[in-house]
């Protein structure tokens, strides 16, 4: 794909998942909030402390993958050398 | 509810989310290493929407199921992007072209949001069988 159309979709995407990110709670609290209600809505420090352990968690599901894409980045060079070795 | 059993719900759903987004995987021949970036990105995007999703219940949950699902769609739509552009940072090309990695990531949300339903089903019906309605 050329570089400005990749760009372009790369731009699109991210408009999408701004949108949506944005518009679910704009969606949701339209008519204001009610914590009563809410998951851990009455006790802020509890909810607190799932947030931080959820952070936490995703932060190392996002470590795995950069492990993960340091590793796919070596098997495509490796494949592009070998591809390179045939055509010499 | 209290931090454990929060804790608790979520994990028990991200296990039920992994499970079920493997399935997905498995049809797409992503191999073992496609199967391990489906579990992490998981383990990166279900957690946090359950808990984005939690907050935002007292706002619509009970007045207005409509708007509720409206906001989980919403949502749902940006996970997919977020879980594709993740998968596609992770594997490159080793696991398939990106079209490909976003099929399997539209696959395995709707896998798992199914697998919601079916969820919410099954318990609302031992939930009435546990205690009949005075109707």
Same mark, same amino acid.
């Given at each position: 794909m050329?570089?400005p ?13 701004? $949108? ?13 909030? $009610? ?33 993960? $894409?340091?590793? $796919? ?16 | ?13 991200? &296990?039920?989310?992994? %499970? ?5 995987? !498995?049809?797409?021949?992503? &191999? *073992?290493?496609g ?10 995007? +279900?957690?946090? #929407?359950n808990?984005?999703?939690? /907050?935002?219940?007292?706002a619509?949950? @009970?007045?207005?199921? *409509? ?5 989980? =769609? !919403? ?10 552009? #993740?998968?596609?940072? %992770? !594997? ?11 099929? #399997?990531? =539209? %696959?395995? +949300? ?6 919601? /339903? ?7 019906? =031992?939930?009435?069988a %546990? @205690?009949?309605?005075? /109707?």
């Open positions: 050329p570089v159309a990749m760009r372009r979709l790369r731009l699109l995407v991210l408009g999408v998942v701004v $949108s949506c990110l944005l518009g679910s709670p704009a969606i949701a609290f339209a008519d204001g909030y $009610s914590p009563a209600m809410s998951f851990l809505g009455e006790d802020p420090a509890a909810f607190r402390t799932v947030a931080i352990v959820v952070l936490l968690v995703a932060a190392l599901g996002l470590f795995g993958l950069w492990r993960m $894409s340091l590793v $796919s980045m070596r098997i495509e060079a490796a494949s592009h050398d070998a591809h390179d070795e045939v055509g010499s | 509810m209290t931090t454990a059993v929060a804790l608790g719900e979520l994990a028990i759903t991200l &296990g039920v989310t992994i %499970a079920l987004e493997l399935l997905a995987a !498995l049809f797409f021949k992503v &191999g *073992r290493r199967l391990i970036a489906v579990a992490l990105v998981s383990v990166v995007t +279900n957690p946090a #929407l808990v984005l999703m939690g /907050y935002m219940s007292g619509y949950w @009970f007045d207005h199921p *409509r708007r509720a699902d409206a906001a989980i =769609i !919403l949502a749902e739509i940006a996970v997919v992007f977020v879980e594709w552009a #993740l998968l596609v940072w %992770a !594997l490159r090309r080793t696991a398939g072209s990106p079209r490909k990695l976003l099929v #399997l990531s =539209i %696959a395995m +949300n709707l896998v798992s949001w199914a697998g919601y /339903y079916v969820a919410v089903m099954i318990m609302t019906m =031992i939930a009435f %546990a @205690f009949p309605q005075p /109707y």
